[in-house]
Nanobody
Framework: QVQLVESGGGLVQAGGSLRLSCAAS????????MGWYRQAPGKQRELVAV???????????SVKGRFTISRDNAKNTAKNTVYLQMNSLKPDDTAVYYC????????WGKGTLVTVSS
């Protein structure tokens, strides 16, 4: 089992920045991909960014150049942590952001709300 705990959401004005964090604990040795998805009201959940255990990244076109995903895979801790630095935020980025981890099964966090005001 893997537990994911997100933090860092909130309210920000357009053009501002936020940093999301997601700490994974439990059976982290099985984790390959970690990342972030988001779901805006009335829309389907969509990929934001993912990062592999080796550091390869993939971003949605809508966030390229504005968001940066990074990951702490420290071997001597019982946690993996993934971060999402979000800059130049737009009202369209408003959504619940979910942390994701791919292991033998997929795991999801409970989500953190990001609201970008115009």
């Amino acid at each position: 089992q893997v537990q994911l705990v997100e933090s860092g959401g909130g309210l920000v004005q357009a053009g501002g920045s936020l940093r999301l964090s997601c700490a994974a604990s439990g059976s982290i040795f099985n984790i390959n991909l970690m990342g972030w998805y988001r779901q805006a009201p009335g829309k389907q959940r969509e990929l934001v960014a993912v990062i592999s255990s080796g550091g390869s990244t993939n971003y949605a076109d809508s966030v390229k150049g504005r968001f940066t995903i990074s990951r702490d895979n420290a071997k001597n801790t019982a946690k993996n942590t993934v971060y999402l630095q979000m800059n130049s935020l737009k009202p369209d980025d408003t959504a619940v952001y979910y942390c994701y981890a791919e292991a033998t099964v997929d795991y999801w966090g409970k989500g953190t709300l990001v609201t970008v005001s115009s």
